[in-house]
């Protein structure tokens, strides 16, 4: 075995966490430092309503859910794809299932189990967690990577920052941790909101119908492109997977019925003899969500609504006018971070050599339903490879 080396981790995100793992396995000694008293808050956060922990997706499909440089993300991805992430959940003791949407989850739907055995394997391989530790400064000299403390400092052979984004510290603010980044000039877009709703300005008697409802089975559109699934109508305006996928500020569109042509629509509701006006038969032949038939009701011109071939048109075709992303604060995740082209293509910093950088500290997205851990995890990998080929060579 080759010489222990000591590696510091900072964060205990799912980024620093895979990459304590790969480096631990290699036998150096490593240290985990988490400014908060317990380590993996975002893995509890988002498994509080259900733990996506990947997606089910063929890897050249999966790598365009990824902004950022779309050759790095091959090669990350390509390490440590999908598969390799649920086998070392499976090794864990835990278990997953495939829902129909396509995403993966852990069986108990909660984040803490996953943390639990993750952290117990860490600390069977040696690793040191070190809590109510935030890193204030760094710097690279002959004897190797200087952290600094409020009350130390520390020398390590290696250090991998994983630090977060910006939609994790509503109270601290400014962020901390940029500010000892860009003083060194490396390279940093600021953080803005990812995964976020959208405000929508919506007709009080719309909201009091339909404020919470969810608009099911309909294909979301806009100029990036289209998805399906559910939107949620909130007070502000809308929100769901395909919001955060595809949103953006402007004019986009919903298929409120996307099992059927308009053809196939007018066909269905001209059979009747019934005399329904145009509304009536939709409500009746249509199957339409409550959510989307008060959307029709309260946000459609009367002219529409008594002309069944428009009303159609528009059932296929309804607009909505996006004004503004939710704030920071109220985002899922953020977009922003330490620059790629500071980095070099092990994720080590091209200015001071031996840092790594890994998770959503970097400047890349991704939507929700498992896309966002599974990036994070597979970075933490590819980082923690990286460290072990630098420490092969120093």
Not at 268 to 284: D, F, G, H, Q
Request: aromatic share 10%; charged share 20%.
């Amino acid at each position: 075995m080759q010489t222990q080396k000591p590696v510091a981790v900072v964060g205990s995100g799912p980024a620093g966490l895979m990459a304590a793992h790969v480096i631990a396995s290699a036998g150096h000694r490593v240290q985990i430092f988490e400014k908060r008293s317990s380590p993996g808050r975002k893995i509890l956060v988002a498994g509080s309503s259900g733990l996506n922990v990947t997606f089910d997706s063929p890897l050249p499909e999966f790598v365009k859910n990824f902004q950022g440089p779309s050759s790095e993300w091959k090669e990350i991805l390509n390490r440590f794809p999908p598969q390799a992430w649920l086998d070392f959940i499976h090794r864990l003791g835990l278990k997953t299932f495939r829902g129909t949407s396509n995403r993966y989850f852990v069986t108990e739907m909660k984040g803490a189990g996953l943390l639990r055995a993750w952290v117990d394997l860490l600390k069977k391989q040696g690793v040191q967690f070190f809590f109510n530790q935030e890193c204030l400064d760094f710097s690279v000299g002959q004897e190797g990577v200087e952290l600094q403390w409020g009350e130390g400092k520390g020398i390590f052979s290696a250090v991998c920052f994983c630090l977060g984004g910006g939609s994790w510290e509503p109270k601290e603010k400014p962020l901390r941790w940029p500010r000892i980044f860009m003083a060194k000039n490396i390279g940093f877009t600021e953080f803005y909101s990812a995964n976020s709703g959208f405000k929508v300005d919506w007709p009080l008697a719309f909201l009091k119908e339909a404020e919470g409802l969810p608009l099911k089975s309909i294909v979301f559109h806009s100029k990036k492109g289209s998805r399906p699934g559910e939107i949620v109508i909130t007070q502000y305006g809308v929100e769901g997977t395909p919001i955060y996928a595809l949103g953006e500020v402007g004019e986009v569109w919903i298929d409120l019925k996307p099992g059927l042509t308009e053809t196939s629509i007018l066909g269905k509701l001209n059979a009747s003899k019934e005399n329904l006006s145009p509304l009536r038969r939709v409500k009746k032949y249509l199957n339409l969500s409550p959510a989307a038939l008060a959307l029709l009701f309260h946000c459609t011109p009367p002219k529409v609504l008594n002309d069944l071939e428009v009303l159609v048109e528009r059932i296929k075709r309804f607009p909505l006018i996006l004004r503004e992303r939710q704030s920071l604060d109220e985002a899922i995740s953020s977009s922003g971070g330490v620059a790629w082209s500071e980095l070099n293509s092990s994720l080590m910093l091209r200015q001071f050599p031996g840092i790594f950088v890994a998770g959503e500290m970097l400047d890349w997205h991704a939507p929700t339903g498992g896309f966002l851990i599974q990036g994070c995890v597979s970075q933490g990998y590819y980082a923690g490879t990286g460290i072990l080929k630098y420490l092969e060579n120093t």
